[in-house]
């Protein structure tokens, strides 16, 4: 089993930018595939980017593409959130989530996940 604590959210101007990180401990975090989620106020949560235990695949929600950047240090159990260019859109509430497998699925299917970080984007 993994836990999972997120940080660096907060208050952005539009076109800012963010860098989120998830600290992990527990289990060794490379047996792991981990992804971001997020949810906004009144929306069902939603896949935003994942990436492989090895931290050579990477998959990205249409909305967040060639903005979002995930990654990962296995050697001290984090995984990154970099955004740019944020957007209003994009305030929610973020979450770093853990499945064995590596794949942009709906939250279901990840069984294990932070408490959340807040990020808001102001117009």
């Known amino acids: 089993q993994v836990q999972l604590v997120e940080s660096g959210g907060g208050l952005v101007q539009a076109g800012g930018s963010l860098r989120l990180s998830c600290a992990a401990s527990?289990?060794?975090?490379?047996?792991?595939?981990l992804g971001w989620f997020r949810q906004a106020p009144g929306k069902e949560r939603e896949s935003v980017a994942v990436?492989?235990?090895?931290?050579?695949?990477?998959d990205y929600a249409d909305s967040v593409k060639g903005r979002f950047t995930i990654s990962r240090d296995n050697a001290k159990n984090m995984v990154y959130l970099l955004m740019n260019s944020l957007k209003p859109e994009d305030t929610a509430v973020y979450y770093c989530a853990a499945r064995v497998t590596f794949k942009l699925s709906k939250p279901s299917e990840w069984p294990y996940w932070g408490q959340g970080t807040q990020v808001t984007v102001s117009s």
């Open positions: 527990g289990r060794t975090l490379s047996s792991y595939a």
């Open positions: 990436i492989s235990r090895g931290g050579g695949s990477t």
